[in-house]
């Protein structure tokens, strides 16, 4: 009795709390239109993109969608911006202030910025508070901090001449990011890049552009020079093919899928050789070896590591390889852990798994689960599109068992609530199949012999390794993959990397 009325207290608290963020959606002013030079503008031809929030279904907003021409004049004005020396020509403790100041701003919105994240792109909004807000306001300040304590070089050379080499901005970087992590994404590669001076035009996904439209607001209110950072939100084989293509932007950014990344290639070669980065697709292996410690701790972070976020995470643990003598025992318990999450509106706080972004990309991951069975994998959990009455896109979480290296469900990147368990006998076949896809983003090895993890960590071919850990993460380390998964590294001091170009300098003394 008593249980029955604590459940239905909690209920209507849950319900008060979704009402009372809806309303705080539908009080916003949004900020829908380009920005370009500091201020909002259309795009030129008046064109808009529909956005429509996966958790109901619903068109929650116009916003205006750039084409060539707009990409053109964003250009042109980060050009300006940076040639003119108002941003580039700050000494580094300045441009610290200014992104420290953006920093503290985004903090302070940090609610208003998980609500648009959260509605525009379906993941809870206390998913989007706790991990998506915190990351980027940590990341403005590690970049902020960084720049004015990064020393140049001096070369041993012969005592006649000295030999500077110095880092350069490149000039202007063009950012194109997916709508997984919208503004966390973006920001990983703005902070870096306008820290040491750069000017950008940041492409947002077309599913996702609320956040990075605020957030160009709050830089220019932080003191960021207008023109410095430019937002064209826009579809992908416009507004991002013009920015891949143009001859006045001197790198790409680029996180997204390997098809897209590979055309960032062929712009690049077509147009000026512009640098390019690419952080791409993943089907990160959790290993699990018979020695594993608490294997219901390890199944929570088997759950947690291919449920999050709906699954729409690039280094998603999608593949479990587990040996055989603990198999049935983890997989239990696996799907206990699965039992317990919550699919639901991302804005009621009981839930965990949100809506996937969108209607396309739910019947892409159903023709994945469809495939699955019919390549003989066993469903042993979920499958099934649920909540259809409220007109958003919800999937279960879902298992397969008895999945085959070679199935297309242990190959291809998802990128959903799906989790294939995979067999293997010893070591060697385990790092056999988990380097047997074409990606090599990251992997996690479980296990109470820290001579094996260390041989697994080194055998497995990805830029992350985590060992009695997933998804362990913080600003101070790299990010990106081997292989397939791309190339350059987002987070840490090796991003600076990317947004920078040395000079040699000789001196005849
Ligand atoms: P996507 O490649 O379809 O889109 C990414 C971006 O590229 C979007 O802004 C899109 O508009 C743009 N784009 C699409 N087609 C284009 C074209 N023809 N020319 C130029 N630009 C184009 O990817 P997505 O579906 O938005 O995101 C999911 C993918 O992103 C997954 O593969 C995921 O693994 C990957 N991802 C990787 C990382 C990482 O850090 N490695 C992080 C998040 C997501």
């Known amino acids: 009795m008593t249980a029955t009325v604590d459940t239905q207290a909690a209920e209507a608290q849950a319900l008060a709390r979704r009402a009372e963020l809806e309303k705080r959606f539908a009080g916003l002013s949004l900020a829908t239109q380009l920005y370009i030079d500091g201020r909002r503008v259309d795009a030129l031809s008046g064109a808009t993109l529909e956005r429509i929030s996966p958790r109901d279904g619903r068109l929650i907003a116009h916003v205006s969608a750039g084409d060539a021409e707009d990409v053109d004049r ?24 200014v992104l420290q100041r953006l920093a503290r701003l985004v903090e302070e919105h940090a609610e208003e910025l998980a609500l648009l994240e959260s509605v525009d792109m379906g993941k809870p909004y206390t998913d989007a508070l706790a991990v998506d807000l915190r990351v980027t306001v940590q990341a403005l300040d590690f970049y902020a901090e960084a720049v004015d304590k990064s020393y140049d070089e001096v070369a041993p050379t012969d005592r006649d001449t000295l030999a500077t080499i110095t880092r ?59 023109g410095i950072l430019n937002v064209v939100p826009g579809f992908g084989p416009t507004a991002g093919a013009a920015l891949g293509r143009h001859p006045d932007v001197d790198a790409i950014t680029f996180t997204g899928s390997g098809e897209v990344g590979r055309l960032f290639m062929r712009y690049s070669a077509e147009s000026n050789i512009k640098q390019v980065s690419l952080e791409l697709g993943g089907k990160s292996p959790q290993v699990v070896l018979p020695d594993a410690p608490d294997l219901n701790g390890v199944a929570k972070a088997i759950a947690g590591g291919i449920f999050f976020n709906q699954g729409e995470v690039c280094s998603a643990g999608s ?27 991302p804005l009621d706080p009981r839930t965990s798994v949100g809506a996937l972004v969108e209607a396309k990309h739910l019947e892409r991951v159903l023709g994945y689960v469809r495939g699955a069975v019919d390549d003989g994998a066993r469903l042993l959990v979920g499958g099934n599109r649920v909540l259809e009455e409220t007109g958003g896109y919800y999937l279960e979480p879902t298992i397969f068992d008895q999945v085959d290296p070679g199935m297309r469900i242990a190959q291809q990147e998802v990128f959903g609530p799906v989790l294939s368990v995979l067999t293997f006998e010893d070591t060697d076949q385990a790092v056999r199949i988990a380097n047997g896809t074409d990606y090599g983003l990251a992997a996690a090895v479980w296990t109470k012999d820290l001579s094996a993890a260390h041989r697994m960590a080194r055998a497995i071919r990805a830029g992350t390794v985590w060992v009695n850990c997933f998804d362990e993460s913080d600003i101070t380390v790299p990010f990106g993959g081997y292989a397939q998964s791309g190339f350059g590294r987002d987070k840490s001091l090796h991003a600076l990397e990317k947004y920078t170009q040395l000079k040699t300098t000789w001196i005849k003394l």
């Open 168 to 226: 350069e901005p490149l000039g202007v970087v063009g950012a194109v990011v997916p709508w997984n992590f919208p503004l966390m994404m973006a920001v990983w590669k703005i902070a870096p890049a306008l820290a040491v001076g750069n000017a950008v035009v940041l492409k947002p996904a077309e599913q996702s552009p609320l956040t990075a439209l605020r957030f160009a607001e709050l830089a220019t209110e932080a003191g960021v020079p207008d």
């Open 319 to 345: 593949r479990l390889l587990v040996h055989r003598a603990v198999k049935d025992e983890l997989l239990e318990l696996v799907v206990e852990a699965s039992r317990r999450t919550v699919v639901g509106d």
């Open 74 to 97: 964003a250009v042109a004005s980060a050009r300006r911006a940076f040639e003119s020396g108002c941003w580039s020509g700050r000494s580094p403790r300045q441009r610290r202030q």
